[in-house]
Structure formats: structure tokens, C-alpha cells
């Protein structure tokens, strides 16, 4: 089917073209994505009614031109603006997010956080989440087989973060809900009810954290731990206030949680698929830093990765995009570009990588990252260590989705025959 021109020059789309939702797409997008690389590196979706950029270069170009915007609130149809009076500890929080402050105080955020993640800082969560990886396996111990969505995918990331910002062992179930409304409270894609839900039950999560913050404040040294030194910075007489911490620890979820949950599975998927390369990461595990992101981009299991808006009415590769309206960088289409990558269906472990945009580009760069590489690498290598001979069952792992997922093909069954005794 060929594009529609609503008006001189505007290419657009419909769900009869490219339908994020569908069982089909889902299962096996790689077609779809071609043919949007194609023919349509830039369209609006008359049934999303958004922008899609799916090229790999136009989608790196807009994640670093300021005028479009991860600010929810930019968008078209976002919730009114609040009075301060009416304002809840979400709404609070949003305002000092990195995606909404100025340039200014964005690179104030950024400068204030750089302590949180220094290496001292990382190496003692290195330490929590290796325990917590190897309880992981341990719960598996010598079964023939597991479901690596079950037993791992739905255990480490949300624990690994839990652990990170210093939630205790018996809170975790309560921190997991708070992070699906993180996660879920500015997607474009949810109906405003839907929304309304999702921020109602980050409250509760808000509300322990501010406690941990006035505590730490109250000791003589807030401690060396992430939650510590995000209370603990200065620069020049600046510091963190209580929301701007809370945004550091909501960026941190919205990146470090549902990615990451998805990384367990698309990693096991790619490696066990492809025994080859199993084989050599096994034999090289210094490559597992560049086989991580590898993994990322061949899965690439995102439905909507990112999210802009548009600030003012402008001209982007040869489309006239409107002040308010959402753009959807579809990112899981531009690590297949051929462009990019000529022999994007492979999986290449030992693959040159420069200017890859897994984690992002310009200033919203990833937060997340270095937690969701360790993660990854911690599971991978125990995984190995414990299972060298490990395949999928049947070939295909039983693979099953849900398909009624908000962002993610996110796997939800994926048998390992252990093949311990083999």
C-alpha cells in the first residue's frame, strides 16, 4: 500500500502499514521495519496520530536537536497544567525531572548526580546485585529446564534497582508497583484514565522515599550508597533538593527496569539462537561489555522506545512537524538499518559499534546504563558458568509474548533445556 499526501509534501501512515500492536509484528517485525526503512524513514501515523522516524540517521539526529523534546508535558493532548497548591509528590517530582528543567538546571542534575555513579558508588551495587543474580540461579539449581522470563527476567531488574536505592528485602513487591507507574505515567499511548492510575500508584513510593531523604538529612553523613550521595552533593553551594533526588531515582526506574527486564530475555533468545556466538563469549568474555549491546540492538524489543515532542513548528527532513505533536523514535527499526549496519540480521558479537544509539544520544543519554550493563553481564556470565551446553527447547524456547504490552514485545515464556548432565 503507498503513502497517502494529506497535504503538499506530508507523507503519512496508517495501522494497514505498520499496526506496533499486531500478534504478527510482534512475533517477527524484521519485514515491517525494512519496508518502513524503505520507504518511509519519516511519516506521520494517521492512527497513532503521531510522527514515526524510523531511519537510523534521522533518529539520531533528533535525539540531539533541542527542539524536540522529551518533556511529556509539551505534547498536545498532555494534562493541563496544575496550580502549585494542586499539585501531588508526582507532579512535584515531574517538574525537576531531567526531562523537564531548563537547560541550566538539567546540567546542574547531571553535575550533582556524577557522585551517585562514581566507581566507589557502582562497585558496592556491583556487589548487591551479584549476590542477587546468583540467588537467581541457585532458585533454578539443577533443573533440566526454566523459563528465563520467570525466573530471572521477573526477579533481577526491578530487585537490582530496589537494591540500588536502598529499598529493604521485604519491600520489594511494593517498590515493583511503584515502578510499573513510573514506568507507565507518561506514556503517549495510555488513555488519561489509564494514566491517572499509573501516577496514583507511584504516591505511595514517593512518600518513602521523601522519608529515607529526611532521615538521611538528619544524620551528622548522609553514607557513601547511591540514595547517600545523591543527598550528600554540593557544587559551589548548590545541592539536591527532595524532588530532584526523586526525579534521579524515577529516571533511574523508567531506564534501568523495563529495558533491563526485557535484556534477560532477548539476551538468552540471541545467544541460545545463535550457538556460535555462545561459544565465543564463553571462550572471550572479555567481549561481553560490546556482546551486550549487540544483544540489545539485533533483539531490539521495543514497541515505542522513545518518545519526543515538539516545542515549536519546524521543518524536519522534509516534513512540516506541528508545536505539540509526539514523535515516536523508533528505534527498534534504525538498529536494523541497512544504512547503518549492512548486515543487520546478523548477531555479531565482536561487531564495530561506534555511534550506536542503544542507550541514546546527546544530553538524555541513558541514565541507566551502567546499571543495566552490569545487570546484563552479571546474568550472562553465571548463566554461562552454570549452563555452557544450554539450548533452547524445541529449537525456539516455546517463545510466547504479551501481546497486550504498553512498550516492549516483551517475552513472557522462554524455555532453556539446562543440558547439565550432557
Known amino acids: 500500500m503507498s503513502a497517502i499526501a494529506a ?19 510482534i512475533r517477527e517485525p524484521r519485514a515491517t521495519w525494512q519496508m518502513l526503512l524503505r520507504d518511509y524513514p519519516i511519516a506521520y501515523h494517521r492512527d497513532l496520530s503521531m510522527w514515526i522516524v524510523n531511519s537510523h540517521e534521522l533518529c539520531g539526529e ?16 498532555a494534562p ?33 548526580t556524577m557522585p551517585a555513579f562514581s566507581k566507589p558508588v557502582m562497585g558496592k551495587i ?52 511503584f515502578a510499573v507507574g513510573v514506568v507507565l505515567a507518561t506514556r503517549p499511548n495510555l488513555s ?10 507511584t504516591l505511595p513510593g514517593l512518600a518513602f522515599f521523601k522519608e529515607q531523604i529526611a532521615q538521611r538529612r538528619a544524620l551528622p553523613h548522609p553514607g557513601d550508597d547511591f540514595l547517600g550521595s545523591l543527598v550528600g552533593a554540593s557544587d559551589n553551594g548548590e545541592s539536591l533538593d527532595d524532588y530532584e533526588i526523586l526525579s534521579i531515582i524515577l529516571a533511574l526506574i523508567t531506564a534501568g527496569s523495563d529495558t533491563a527486564t526485557d535484556l534477560h530475555t532477548y539476551a538468552m533468545l540471541g545467544l541460545l539462537k545463535h550457538p556460535e556466538q555462545y561459544a565465543k563469549l564463553q571462550q572471550r568474555p572479555e567481549l561481553m561489555e560490546n556482546a551486550i549491546i ?13 518518545f519526543r515532542f515538539a516545542t515549536q513548528d519546524t521543518e524536519f527532513a522534509g516534513q512540516q512537524i506541528k508545536k505539540g505533536q509526539c514523535i515516536l523514535i523508533n528505534l527498534s527499526a534504525a538498529w536494523h538499518d541497512p544504512a547503518k549496519y549492512p548486515d543487520w540480521d546478523r548477531l555479531d558479537i565482536e561487531r564495530r559499534l561506534d555511534g550506536n544509539l542503544v542507550f541514546g544520544a546527546g544530553a538524555h543519554f541513558c541514565i541507566g546504563t551502567y546499571l543495566v550493563r552490569v545487570q546484563g553481564g552479571l546474568m550472562i556470565s553465571e548463566f554461562m558458568k552454570r549452563y555452557p551446553k544450554a539450548t533452547l527447547v524445541n529449537g525456539d524456547g516455546q517463545i510466547d509474548y504479551d501481546y497486550k504490552h504498553h ?3 516483551r517475552i513472557t515464556r522462554l524455555m532453556v533445556q539446562t543440558n547439565k548432565g550432557a
Open 7 to 25: 497535504a503538499p509534501g506530508r507523507i503519512e501512515i496508517s495501522g494497514k502499514i505498520f499496526n506496533p500492536f499486531s500478534q504478527a509484528f
Open 62 to 77: 533528533m535525539l540531539k536537536n533541542n527542539v524536540f523534546s522529551p518533556n511529556f508535558m509539551e505534547w498536545e493532548h
Open 80 to 112: 493541563p497544567p496544575k496550580a502549585d497548591a494542586d499539585k501531588n509528590d508526582y507532579d512535584r517530582t515531574f517538574d525537576k525531572s531531567l526531562f523537564t528543567v531548563s537547560t541550566r538546571d538539567h546540567l546542574k542534575l547531571r553535575k550533582l
Open 126 to 177: 556491583d556487589g548487591k546485585i551479584r549476590d542477587l543474580v546468583i540467588e537467581c540461579f541457585d532458585a533454578i539449581g539443577d533443573a533440566d529446564t526454566f523459563d528465563v522470563y520467570e525466573a530471572i527476567a521477573t526477579k533481577l531488574p526491578v530487585r537490582s534497582i530496589a537494591r540500588m536505592v536502598g529499598v529493604p528485602t521485604n519491600m520489594e513487591g511494593f517498590f515493583h508497583d
Open 192 to 201: 488519561p484514565k489509564e494514566r491517572d492510575a499509573a501516577v496514583a500508584t
Open 294 to 306: 549487540e544483544l540489545l540492538r539485533h533483539g531490539s524489543m521495543g514497541k515505542f522506545p522513545f
Open 407 to 409: 512498550n516492549a514485545r
